[in-house]
């Protein structure tokens, strides 16, 4: 399972598994930062090949990303609508099924509540992931948190990691 948090300056990536019992295990994470100093196309060329990569390295078979949503700046939609774009055609070249989540129900799943706050979410991945630490920086938890809500949806993880 990949998840990805797309983004034209910053795209956060979570590559989760289940272990035989069944609890969510986390294979990789980080975030695929191109150059500021490129135009927009060569951003998302760097976006895509990284993307890419990931599947070829990992073979997921399910890319987890957030439903476009309205932004109130019609700019910063467009920009993140392209960052989506290319992480969806590289899904799509790899014949891999793609989920959509809205941000608040990714917050549901891992969180337990939709409000939940960047810090909430990055303490539950680490908690559900039994991690010593939250994965860094915040779009890779985002990422993570992506394909961890496919996982928990979909019944792929057959029991959530012990919470509390």
């Known amino acids: 399972m990949l998840g990805v948090d797309p983004g034209s300056q910053v795209t956060g990536y979570g590559v989760v598994s289940r272990t035989d019992a069944g609890t969510p295990r986390l294979l990789e994470c980080g975030v695929?930062?191109?150059?500021?100093a490129q135009?927009?196309?060569h951003k998302l060329a760097v976006i895509h090949a990284e993307i890419s990569r990931l599947i070829?390295?990992?073979?997921?078979?399910?890319?987890?990303?957030e439903t476009v949503f309205v932004?109130?700046?019609?700019?910063?939609?467009?920009?993140?609508?392209?960052?989506?774009?290319?992480?969806?055609?590289?899904?799509?070249?790899a014949s891999l099924t793609l989920a959509e989540y809205a941000p608040t129900v990714v917050k549901q799943a891992v969180t337990g509540t939709g409000a939940a706050t960047k810090t909430q979410v990055q303490q539950m991945v680490a908690r559900l992931l039994r991690l010593a630490s939250p994965p860094k920086p915040a779009d890779a938890a985002d990422g993570v948190a992506l394909a961890l809500t496919h996982c928990l949806r979909s019944g792929r993880v057959l029991k959530r990691a012990v919470v509390g």
Do not use: E, F, T, Y
């Not at 070829?56 to 990303?65: K, T």
């Not at 467009?78 to 070249?93: I, S």
């Open 32 to 36: 695929v930062r191109p150059p500021a």
């Open 39 to 41: 135009d927009m196309a």
């Open 56 to 65: 070829q390295r990992h073979h997921p078979d399910v890319l987890a990303i």
């Open 71 to 93: 932004a109130h700046n019609a700019r910063s939609a467009l920009v993140l609508g392209q960052a989506r774009g290319v992480v969806v055609l590289a899904a799509a070249q």
